[in-house]
């Protein structure tokens, strides 16, 4: 029950902070038309029939990289207001303090990833389902990714200092691991060390998994389950690591 108290208590700040929703999925729709406009005409050649489809996973990805950030954000508002240390001397678990604020995070990640496939669908005849079994792999990797993502960003918020320090430090880590991906473009023309090290990427697996179960609409491959196997470990040690941030908070 204190888990689902934390969910709702958080989902009340997100209400209550409308523009944290508007400015995380703004940036990934605006690429979406524009890639999709400007981009998609030079990648006709390629071989690549529908560009939309294409791109929308890694910009799911990218949506799941601002929702997640504004998460660690919300830990410092909670903190000027006094919130957060009222929940930290509370009788609750640090595990369920945790889990409510990282469920929040996946909360807000389907809504605004949904909204952006409302739009892929709708202006860019993109199929993103087709079928059960496709329709459960990319919800769960689009669950593991988040969980992974908000477990991370909560403990990182509770290392940094202030939140301007949060901001330029994600933005370091993110920007880097999206752009040395598949989201936008192909990958098979690249060699050497850039290709080792976009390989190295974990989300470049679940990029891949994404993009294949959309563009087929089958479910196959060892990548996906692979990328679901290593999202699980990745998620779990993000867990133990925010948990681990949090009880030496409460330690301070």
């Known amino acids: 029950m204190s888990v689902l108290t ?6 009340k700040w997100r209400y209550h902070n409308p523009f944290s929703i508007i400015f995380t999925i703004l940036q990934p729709i605006l690429w979406l038309v524009l890639y999709s406009a400007v981009a998609g005409e030079n990648m006709r050649g390629s071989g690549i029939e529908n560009y ?11 949506v799941i990289f601002s929702t997640c ?23 609750i678990k640090r595990s369920s303090i945790i889990l409510g604020q990282i469920l929040e995070a996946v909360l807000c990640t389907f809504l605004e990833v949904g909204i ?8 860019f005849s993109v199929q993103i389902f087709n079928g059960v079994e496709s329709m ?12 992974f993502m908000s477990s991370i960003t909560y403990g990182i918020s509770l290392i940094l200092p202030n939140e301007m320090l949060y901001e330029t430090i994600m933005n370091a880590i993110v920007l880097p691991i999206f752009f040395l991906s598949p989201a936008l473009f192909p990958i098979d023309e690249i060699s050497g060390v850039l290709k080792v090290i976009i390989n190295l990427n974990p989300f470049t697996h679940v990029i891949n998994s994404l993009r294949s179960i959309m563009l087929t609409g ?7 389950y692979l990328s679901i196997l290593l999202l699980i470990v990745l998620s779990l040690f993000a867990f133990i690591f925010a948990n681990s941030r949090l009880k030496k908070e409460m330690d301070l």
């Open 6 to 11: 934390i969910l709702w208590k958080n989902v």
């Open 136 to 147: 459960i792999a990319i919800f769960l990797l689009i669950f593991l990714t988040a969980f």
């Open 116 to 123: 952006m496939g409302i739009i892929s669908i709708l202006l």
């Open 218 to 224: 089958v479910v196959q491959g060892k990548e996906i």
């Open 69 to 91: 950030g504004s998460s660690g954000i919300m830990n410092y508002m909670m903190k000027s207001e006094g919130s957060f240390y009222r929940i930290l001397i509370a009788p």
């Open 52 to 62: 939309t489809a294409f791109i929308l996973p890694g910009l799911v990805i990218l």
